[in-house]
């Protein structure tokens, strides 16, 4: 079975529909990609576990969300302090 246009979701085969297996795919492929450490600023951060990821340059671990780094409400904190610190 070729997974090249459904991704990770391939492995569903064709259970669960259509919209389902594409948010999966989506999630899983954000969840999976390597992002942006807070603290070196290199591109190290790997999931480790559901809210655990760490960087694999500077060894850090940092909580964060189940599926990226940051979460919405994250980045509505830093935003509204960022406003703060230029006041």
Do not use: F
Not at 23 to 38: D, G, L, M, Q, Y
Not at 61 to 68: D, E, F, H, L, N
């Amino acid at each position: 079975m070729a997974t090249k246009k459904v991704k990770s979701a391939g492995r569903y085969g064709i259970r669960y529909g259509k919209k389902i297996r594409d948010k999966t795919a989506a999630v899983e492929s954000k969840s999976r990609a390597v992002h942006k450490c807070p603290y070196c600023l290199k591109k190290g951060l790997k999931r480790q576990s559901a809210g655990i990821w760490e960087c694999r340059i500077c060894n850090k671990k940092v909580a964060g969300g189940a599926y990226s780094p940051r979460t919405s409400a994250m980045k509505i904190i830093d935003n509204a302090l960022a406003k703060l610190s230029k006041q």
